[in-house]
């Protein structure tokens, strides 16, 4: 089993094998709704922009299931919502990232690759942290995804080289994308 | 006019709107998922598809729900 085995479907219903991206660098992660409290689409988008050339692409996979666990928004927090498809990358079919329904992919995916806790540095890890052991404790709980913007990294031969949590920002990725291209 | 740039369910764009209703100011809303041309126009004044943008003249521009630089904007 490898990631070219998996077939997923576009946002416009079509569906598409992972292997048309084999040979490319990967970054797949899971979206969240618009008004999700860290809206990583613009640096995703950078990202792409920056490095699409060489054979990078970032693969979007909105999942809407950690709303009702947002953390309480205060000063600090951004209060502003990011049109959705602002992005110019690939979006899929919304679904499920984690749980029974989760896709396939995902499943794999988080089995590559474990979780190894938040980045602390990060603004929001505490806040996100209570809020998960408040409102979701079982989200807690295994490898599975934890919340919006979890990223994976996939190198040119399929690879799953990196996973990175929502407290680490798209940008702070470059470096690992560059020695993969 | 004031300008809005919006999109549905954003709490944020709620708040603008009921600060600025608040305060009697006259408002368009434009919503970015519905109205592309609006979409166009909200990218051209921030660089972004970030909402909600309020404006009057297209040039000064506050992103997000943020009182103390609306009013500054807005001259309150």
Same mark, same amino acid.
């Given at each position: 089993?490898?990631?070219?085995?998996?077939?997923?479907?576009?946002?416009?219903?079509? +569906?598409?094998?992972?292997?048309?991206?084999?040979?490319?660098?990967?970054?797949?992660?899971?979206?969240?709704?618009?008004?999700?409290?860290?809206?990583?689409?613009?640096?995703?988008? +950078?990202?792409?922009?920056?490095?699409?050339?060489?054979?990078?692409?970032? $693969?979007?996979?909105?999942?809407?299931? /950690?709303?009702?666990?947002?953390?309480?928004?205060?000063?600090?927090?951004? !209060?502003?919502?990011?049109?959705?498809?602002?992005?110019? /990358?690939? $979006?899929?079919?919304?679904?499920?990232?984690?749980?029974?329904?989760?896709?396939?992919?995902?499943?794999? $995916?988080? +089995?590559?690759?474990? /979780?190894?806790?938040?980045?602390?540095?990060?603004?929001?890890?505490?806040?996100? $942290?209570?809020?998960? !052991?408040?409102?979701?404790?079982?989200?807690?709980?295994?490898?599975?995804?934890?919340?919006?913007?979890?990223?994976?990294?996939?190198?040119?031969?399929?690879?799953?080289?990196?996973?990175?949590?929502?407290?680490?920002?798209?940008?702070?990725?470059?470096?690992?994308?560059?020695?993969?291209? | 006019?004031?300008?809005?740039?919006?999109?549905?369910?954003?709490?944020?764009?709620?708040?603008?709107?009921?600060?600025?209703?608040?305060?009697?100011?006259?408002?368009?809303?434009?919503?970015?998922?519905?109205?592309?041309?609006?979409?166009?126009?909200?990218?051209?004044?921030?660089?972004?598809?970030?909402?909600?943008?309020?404006?009057?003249?297209?040039?000064?521009?506050?992103?997000?729900?943020?009182?103390?630089?609306?009013?500054?904007?807005?001259?309150?």
């Amino acid at each position: 089993m490898n990631i070219y085995d998996f077939t997923v479907k576009t946002n416009k219903g079509i +569906e598409k094998s992972l292997a048309d991206y084999k040979g490319e660098v990967l970054l797949i992660v899971n979206t969240a709704s618009k008004c999700g409290f860290t809206p990583q689409y613009k640096e995703l988008q +950078e990202l792409y922009m920056k490095y699409k050339d060489q054979g990078f692409t970032v $693969l979007g996979f909105p999942s809407n299931q /950690f709303a009702g666990q947002e953390p309480g928004t205060n000063e600090e927090v951004a !209060q502003f919502c990011q049109y959705n498809y602002g992005v110019t /990358f690939p $979006l899929f079919e919304k679904g499920d990232v984690r749980g029974e329904n989760a896709q396939p992919l995902f499943q794999y $995916l988080t +089995e590559q690759k474990k /979780f190894k806790g938040f980045d602390s540095a990060h603004p929001i890890a505490s806040r996100l $942290l209570g809020a998960l !052991q408040e409102k979701s404790p079982k989200f807690l709980d295994g490898d599975s995804i934890k919340w919006n913007f979890t990223k994976f990294l996939v190198a040119r031969d399929g690879t799953v080289s990196g996973r990175y949590e929502p407290t680490t920002s798209p940008l702070q990725m470059a470096g690992d994308i560059e020695k993969l291209l | 006019m004031v300008k809005v740039y919006s999109i549905s369910n954003c709490p944020w764009c709620d708040k603008v709107k009921k600060y600025l209703k608040a305060k009697q100011i006259d408002f368009t809303e434009y919503n970015i998922e519905e109205d592309e041309a609006a979409r166009d126009m909200c990218y051209k004044i921030s660089g972004d598809l970030t909402v909600p943008v309020t404006t009057i003249d297209g040039k000064a521009f506050v992103v997000s729900f943020d009182k103390a630089k609306l009013d500054e904007l807005l001259g309150l």
